[in-house]
Nanobody
């Protein structure tokens, strides 16, 4: 089954850091753009960052720009999301998904994993 698996979430204090990992099973993640998304309690899922395949251009939504960094390690078949200066509003379930290009709409992203919970609280 072609699916992604997220890991690295947890409970962290405001101002803290976490690094999320997105691993691929059954295909080469380097052949795809990979996006990170999150869903806060009671809210719709939103995109937060994406990394393209060939040129590895990166994109960030305004809410995380300057605090989060997306990267990929094709040798390990993983994409990472380094999250610094975390805020309570960053709390949610974080998902990764793949698409042909970052500019594809969210509906074009697939192979969603189960997500990893990030909680930012005192």
């Amino acid at each position: 089954q072609v699916q992604l698996e997220e890991s690295g979430g947890g409970l962290v204090h405001p101002g803290g850091s976490l690094r999320l990992s997105c691993a691929a099973n059954g295909f080469a993640l380097g052949d795809y753009a990979v996006g990170w998304f999150r869903q806060a309690p009671g809210k719709e899922r939103e995109g937060i960052s994406c990394i393209d395949r060939a040129d590895a251009n990166t994109y960030y939504w305004d809410s995380v720009k300057g605090r989060f960094t997306i990267s990929r390690d094709n040798a390990k078949n993983r994409v990472y999301l380094q999250m610094n200066s975390l805020k309570p509003e960053d709390t949610g379930v974080y998902y990764c998904a793949k698409a042909a290009y970052c500019h594809d709409g969210m509906s074009s992203f697939g192979s969603w994993g189960q997500g990893t919970q990030v909680t930012v609280s005192l």
